[in-house]
């Protein structure tokens, strides 16, 4: 058998191994995700008022994300901040999202950045009239709290990391994004 044919042909048995250690240990069944979304609603700007400690977006202030309905019915999505300080260096990316099972579990989507590579996207709160959330990726490192305006009221910001505790987020670990706005 060529080389080149098997790697290529274990590549999606290595993914779903890497992808499954990444949850098992961690003591904590998945998440539950909202059942409804109405994605017109979800869409346009949303201001990232806290996340977990993460690589990908270490140091941005300013950060946002926003949605968009492309023509073939995904979604994009544009990330976008400022480095160290809103008068840094600005950082943009680009991906696309979109929802496996719209039926059965609205709330899940799956996002790319890479054509290769995608990763969940869990709306495991969402206020009634779409003005806050609060996303969950693969597991429990992941975690972000959104509000449609730079500013999110305390006390509801308090219920929403008292939610993420509650289901065993390292809430303690979270990171207020500045979001100073000129």
């Known amino acids: 058998m060529n080389r080149s044919f098997w790697m290529m042909s274990m590549l999606p048995a290595i993914f779903l191994f890497v992808g499954c250690a990444g949850m098992i240990g961690n003591g904590n069944p998945p998440m539950p995700i909202v059942k409804s979304v109405e994605l017109n609603r979800y869409t346009g700007k949303w201001y990232e008022i806290a996340r977990l400690n993460h690589r990908f977006e ?3 202030t300013n950060v946002t994300a926003t949605y968009s309905i492309r023509p073939d019915g995904n979604i994009e999505v544009v990330n976008a901040g400022f480095k160290e300080s809103p008068q840094g260096k600005f950082s943009t990316i680009t991906g ?21 590579f995608s990763s969940p996207y869990n709306i495991v709160f969402l206020d009634n009239d779409y003005r806050y959330a609060m996303v969950t990726g693969p597991n ?14 305390e006390t509801i910001y308090q219920s929403m990391v008292e939610l993420a505790q509650r289901n065993g987020f390292a809430t303690q670990e979270l990171i207020k994004v500045i979001q100073k706005w000129d």
Do not use: M, N
């Open 96 to 116: 696309k999202a979109w929802q496996p099972d719209p039926e059965g579990q609205a709330g899940y989507l799956r996002v790319s950045f890479f054509w290769w």
């Open 58 to 60: 270490r140091g941005l």
């Open 140 to 153: 429990r490192k992941y975690l972000w709290i959104l509000s449609r305006t730079p500013d999110l009221d």
